[in-house]
């Protein structure tokens, strides 16, 4: 069956059984299925694209019956493969093309299908010439041929260097160029495609060109363009002209001559865009110049001044070793050399500069300017000074190693003397005494400096014999030196006995002197008071001291205690006089443990407050005696700021707003102007003394008339004739500053505060500070809401009060049985007092009865109309019958039967002792009852309470029935008492 169409076959066949099988045999007829021809399917897909390189697998399958065995690819006629899939490996552009499958199963129809491979690739991009050459105004015109797969989407054109310059298209045309249009072209292509089983990609091919136009040389450049080079270096000068020109050109490089110019100057120097120096000396210095040339003419002129400095460079150096003797006279050392720039000359002795302040020395400096600017420079240190015996005589301590150093930009020079002083001993070990105990071993030292080397002999007392090492080892002698002509000799003294205490003597002496310095052996004990006790440093919280530690008595771990109190020091120049601070006095010494720290600082202390201190020394065997007393003042620990200021420009009128505060103050202006710089600073105007108030805020206006800007050399100055006019420049607005600083130290300042600018704003810092206001506002706010809050409070538990009060009257008349009646209003409460018994079916009476307690005769008497009576007899139509009575009828009987604390208000006592009262004779009888005081010794032998008073008035009833209109007070009825 194919396409539908069946094919029908006839057979027919004999066949002849043998008898035995006849009865086995049968004749079956059955029809067998059409054989189809091949259909043939390609892919993946048709057609299919794939990127160049990469690789295409090209499939074929076959349907068919019976089965083909195998497939047949082909090319343009070709067979190139039998298998099902066909790889091609690094597909090319020449790859792509149809591929035919076909397949032949034997039933005389072959199935064939084409498949198209479509090879992708990024754009190729060719330009006829990588050079173009044009002459200036003419037109260029180069074409930019692209090929790809798929086409370009967009083809563009840019220049390098030149971000600005995009030409779109794939012709390029310049009209009229010029020599700015040559350069480097770059054509730009991009395509977008997709493989298969791939994204869409973006690929960009490109090709450059470069444009020449004849032309000449432009402004020629030398770089650097201020070179500079060190005697014996190199240097490379390199020129280049923009435009550059083209042809290529040569550069040509000229120097002045000394007393030469350029226009007169034919020599060339040298040709090549660099100029190279390889050993730089002073004849190198000079004017050099370079300019491009090529068949067009030459560009403008390039000039430079190349430096050449020297390092400093020794003419004459001192001595390396130089002996004088002590008391030798004007002594001097001499250094000279040269160098460009000129060098600055220092002296140092061991590694330290060497200043005058000191009196010890003087320094003498010549400069002479040379040629081609060398300077020689000759410096002279003499040994001078005031501090000096005669002013010019050496001393011992001028031995040591004393340098010479030169210093300019390039380099530094320096040349040392060794310079010895001959002189006698001089001791240096600091204490003349030592301290051990018995059996101890002891060491006695003598350390003195000298040169020559002296010689050391010991003594004891007052003998002159000499000591020696003894054969016992009881004495052991050894001299050591530092080779600083330091000598140390030790006398050891092995188990110390009695005997052995008292002086030594050691003697020493060389060829210029010798010294006898004595030297105790004593016991241990306690240590030598301090000496010298100084100031190092002082701040705002600590004092820092310094001294010089006596004797420790022979024990290392001697401490140091500190004592200081409080004393008041005047200090007018930092605090006014009549200012509310005062400092405070002590007569009681406080004392800080300083351990062994030399110097201590003592913290921490209050701010401006004046202490005096002294120092002892402590250890195991005692206190030494305390130091000389030296007193001081803690600073400030702040300057404050100004509270508001204003600056009127017009008046040139400053006012100014200060805090209460007692320091001796005053306020440095300082305004944005030009001084000796293009570039706006900020410069001191003016210095105004203040006069502050230790009491409230100080207001100061002051008019800046001149607008003075103050110059300061040192940085501490601040006086008038420092000050100079400074025109401000109308163009910027107007910009003040103020800082507070110390009269006594213009350097002790705080934070600057900037002044608000308009003529209102003056007036503006004579009132409440800023800061004050916001804090007055501030405190306002929070008490305000502080006072609604409470009144919030209490109404809400006023209305809560009420409504529970509400509450629990309902409840408690919602149980209590109706015995009077009806009235409008309900009865008041009752209001017990605070002692007795309580009831606990009334314990809620109370919520409201504390607030009208003072009230009481009062509510009794008229409240709400209820016609509360304090009387003591009941009317009756012309009767009158006694309160006691009453008060027995209704309530004698009923007290306390019912429970511990009264019953309950509703209790069944009290409701049947109020029923059984006998009524009034006669016809109707309206009832009012009240309440009155009765003595608790009647009930209970003491206190009081409230009992109930009724005042009867009779009417004429049109039945006779005779009816009760009771003023009851539930509560009043019930048998309680309160206390």
Same mark, same amino acid.
């Given at each position: 069956?194919?396409?539908?169409?069946?094919?029908?076959?006839?057979?027919?066949?004999?066949?002849?059984?043998?008898?035995?099988?006849?009865?086995?045999?049968?004749?079956?007829?059955?029809?067998?299925?059409?054989?189809?021809?091949?259909?043939?399917?390609?892919?993946?897909?048709?057609?299919?694209?794939?990127?160049?390189?990469? +690789?295409?697998?090209?499939?074929?399958?076959?349907?068919?019956?019976?089965?083909?065995?195998?497939?047949?690819?082909?090319?343009?006629?070709?067979?190139?493969?039998?298998?099902? %899939?066909?790889?091609?490996?690094r597909v090319s552009v020449q790859d792509a093309g149809n591929y035919a499958c076909s397949a032949d199963n034997g039933l005389g129809k072959v199935g064939e299908q084409i498949i198209t491979l479509d090879v992708l690739y990024a754009p190729i991009v060719v330009i006829e010439s990588k050079t173009w050459e044009a002459e200036e105004g003419s037109t260029v015109t180069i074409r930019c041929n692209v090929t790809s797969n798929p086409p370009p989407i967009s083809i563009e054109w840019f220049k390098e260097g030149s971000p600005d310059f995009r030409y779109t298209g794939d012709i390029l045309q310049l009209r009229g160029v010029k020599a700015e249009?040559?350069?480097?072209?770059?054509?730009?292509?991009? *395509?977008?495609?997709?493989?298969?089983?791939?994204?869409?990609?973006?690929?960009?091919?490109?090709? %450059?060109?470069?444009?020449?136009?004849?032309?000449?040389?432009?402004?020629?450049?030398?770089? &650097?363009?201020?070179?500079?080079?060190?005697?014996?270096?190199?240097?490379t000068l390199t020129c280049s002209a923009n435009p550059p020109g083209w042809p290529v050109p040569q550069f040509r490089w000229f120097k002045d001559a000394v007393g030469e110019t350029l226009s007169s100057s034919k020599t060339i120097l040298a040709q090549g865009s660099q100029y190279v120096i390889p050993r730089a000396h002073l004849g190198s210095e000079g004017i050099y110049h370079c300019h491009a040339v090529n068949e067009l003419g030459h560009g403008p002129t390039a000039t430079i001044n190349l430096e050449v400095?020297?390092?400093?460079?020794?003419?004459?150096?001192?001595?390396?070793?130089?002996?004088?003797?002590?008391?030798?006279?004007?002594?001097?050392?001499?250094?000279?050399?040269?160098?460009?720039?000129?060098?600055?000359?220092?002296?140092?002795?061991?590694?330290?500069?060497?200043?005058?302040?000191? #009196? /010890?020395?003087?320094?003498s400096t010549n400069n002479n300017d040379g040629l081609s600017g060398m300077v020689t420079v000759q410096s002279t240190l003499l040994f001078q000074g005031k501090a000096r015996p005669h002013k010019n005589q050496l001393l011992p301590s001028d031995r040591g190693t004393y340098t010479c150093l030169f210093e300019n930009e390039v380099s530094t020079a320096n040349a040392s003397m060794n310079l010895r002083i001959e002189h006698g001993p001089i001791v240096l070990h600091q204490y003349n005494k030592v301290a051990y105990e018995i059996n101890e071993n002891a060491a006695v030292m003598c350390r003195v400096q000298a040169y020559p080397k002296p010689e050391f002999q010991w003594q004891l007392g007052t003998n002159t014999a000499a000591l020696s090492m003894s054969s016992d080892g009881h004495y052991e002698i050894n001299t050591t030196t530092d080779n600083n002509d330091i000598y140390t000799s030790v006398l050891r003294i092995n188990r110390v006995k009695h005997e052995d205490y008292g002086d030594y003597t050691c003697?020493?002496?060389?060829?210029?002197?010798?010294?006898?310095?004595?030297?105790?052996?004593?016991?241990? @004990?306690?240590?030598?008071k301090p000496t010298n006790l100084g100031v190092a440093d002082v701040g705002s919280n600590y004092v820092s001291l310094v001294w010089d530690p006596g004797f420790d008595g022979g024990i290392t771990n001697t401490k140091f205690f500190v004592s200081y109190r409080k004393v008041a020091i005047p200090h007018h120049d930092q605090v006014k006089e009549d200012c509310g601070i005062v400092q405070q006095v002590s007569s009681e010494w406080m004392e800080y443990d300083c351990q062994r720290d030399v110097p201590c600082s003592?913290?921490?202390?209050?701010?401006?407050?004046?202490?005096?201190?002294?120092?002892?020394?402590?250890?195991?065997?005692?206190?030494?005696?305390?130091?000389?007393?030296?007193? %001081?003042?803690?600073?400030?620990?702040?300057?404050?700021? &100004?509270?508001?200021?204003?600056?009127d420009p017009d008046t040139k009128q400053l006012g100014l707003n200060i805090g209460a505060t007692c320091l001796a103050l005053i306020a440095v202006v300082e305004t944005i102007g030009f001084h000796e710089s293009p570039i706006a600073t900020w410069q001191v105007v003016q210095s105004i003394p203040l006069s502050v108030s230790g009491n409230g805020p100080t207001y100061k206006e002051q008019v800046?008339? #001149? /607008?003075?800007?103050?110059?300061?050399?040192?940085?501490?100055?601040?006086?008038?004739?420092?000050?100079?006019?400074?025109?401000?420049?109308?163009? !910027?607005p107007p910009k003040v500053r103020v800082k507070l600083c110390l009269k006594s130290s213009h350097e002790y300042c705080g934070d600057y505060m900037d002044a608000e600018i308009g003529p209102a704003l003056i007036h503006d810092s004579a009132?409440?500070?800023?800061?004050?206001?916001?804090?007055?506002?501030?405190?306002?706010?929070?008490?305000?809401?502080?006072?609604?809050?409470?009144?919030?409070?209490?109404?809400?538990?006023?209305?809560?009060?009420?409504?529970?009060?509400?509450?629990?009257?309902?409840?408690?008349?919602?149980?209590?049985?109706?015995?009077?009646?009806?009235?409008?209003?309900? &009865?008041?409460?009752?209001?017990?007092?605070?002692?007795?018994?309580? #009831?606990?079916?009334?314990?809620?009476? /109370?919520?409201?009865?504390?607030?009208?307690?003072?009230?009481?005769?009062?509510?009794?008497?008229?409240? *709400?109309?209820?016609?509360?009576? +304090?009387?003591?007899?009941?009317?009756?139509a012309g009767h009158s019958l006694p309160n006691n009575e009453w008060v027995t009828m209704g309530y004698t009987e009923n007290s306390y039967?019912?429970?511990?604390? @009264?019953?309950?208000?509703?209790?069944?006592?009290?409701?049947?002792?109020?029923?059984?009262?006998?009524?009034?004779?006669?016809?109707?009888? %309206?009832?009012? !009852?009240?309440?009155?005081?009765?003595?608790?010794?009647?009930?209970? @032998?003491?206190?009081?309470?409230?009992?109930?008073?009724?005042?009867?008035?009779?009417?004429?009833?049109?039945?006779?029935?005779?009816?009760?209109?009771?003023?009851?007070?539930?509560?009043?009825?019930?048998?309680?008492?309160?206390?």
């Open positions: 069956m194919r396409h539908g169409l069946a094919s029908v076959t006839t057979n027919r066949s004999s066949f002849t059984a043998a008898p035995s099988f006849a009865s086995a045999v049968s004749c079956v007829r059955s029809r067998k299925k059409a054989s189809d021809y091949p259909r043939v399917k390609v892919g993946p897909e048709n057609p299919l694209r794939v990127e160049r390189d990469s +690789t295409a697998l090209l499939e074929c399958a076959v349907d068919s019956k019976p089965k083909v065995p195998n497939v047949r690819w082909t090319r343009n006629g070709r067979l190139i493969s039998s298998s099902p %899939t066909h790889p091609i490996q249009h040559a350069g480097r072209y770059v054509c730009r292509a991009v *395509n977008m495609m997709k493989p298969y089983n791939g994204k869409i990609v973006e690929r960009v091919g490109n090709s %450059t060109v470069a444009l020449l136009v004849r032309h000449r040389p432009g402004q020629a450049y030398i770089n &650097p363009s201020k070179p500079v080079v060190h005697v014996g270096n190199g240097v400095h020297q390092p400093p460079q020794f003419i004459g150096k001192m001595q390396q070793h130089m002996t004088k003797r002590v008391g030798d006279t004007d002594f001097s050392a001499t250094c000279h050399a040269k160098g460009k720039p000129r060098p600055m000359v220092r002296w140092l002795k061991d590694g330290r500069d060497i200043t005058t302040d000191a #009196n /010890m020395y003087r320094i003697r020493v002496g060389n060829s210029i002197e010798t010294i006898r310095a004595p030297i105790r052996l004593q016991p241990k @004990g306690p240590p030598e003592v913290t921490p202390l209050d701010q401006y407050q004046s202490y005096v201190f002294k120092v002892k020394a402590i250890n195991s065997k005692g206190n030494s005696e305390p130091s000389n007393e030296v007193a %001081t003042t803690t600073k400030i620990s702040k300057i404050p700021v &100004p509270l508001h200021v204003g600056f800046l008339e #001149n /607008m003075y800007s103050a110059r300061r050399s040192s940085g501490r100055s601040m006086a008038s004739d420092d000050d100079f006019p400074m025109a401000l420049e109308e163009e !910027i009132f409440i500070a800023t800061p004050t206001l916001i804090a007055i506002v501030v405190s306002c706010v929070v008490f305000a809401l502080f006072v609604g809050l409470m009144l919030m409070f209490c109404r809400c538990k006023r209305n809560q009060t009420k409504k529970t009060n509400q509450t629990k009257d309902y409840e408690m008349d919602s149980v209590r049985p109706s015995i009077v009646a009806q009235q409008s209003q309900a &009865p008041p409460p009752y209001y017990p007092t605070t002692t007795g018994l309580d #009831n606990k079916a009334l314990e809620h009476s /109370m919520d409201l009865a504390l607030a009208l307690e003072d009230q009481k005769t009062s509510v009794y008497a008229t409240h *709400n109309g209820y016609g509360y009576h +304090t009387g003591t007899s009941i009317q009756v039967t019912n429970s511990n604390n @009264g019953g309950s208000v509703n209790s069944q006592d009290s409701i049947w002792q109020l029923k059984g009262a006998p009524p009034p004779p006669g016809g109707s009888t %309206t009832m009012a !009852i009240g309440m009155q005081p009765l003595s608790m010794a009647s009930l209970h @032998g003491g206190g009081s309470a409230y009992a109930t008073t009724t005042t009867t008035t009779t009417a004429a009833a049109g039945s006779g029935t005779p009816g009760l209109a009771y003023g009851y007070d539930p509560i009043a009825t019930h048998s309680n008492v309160y206390g």
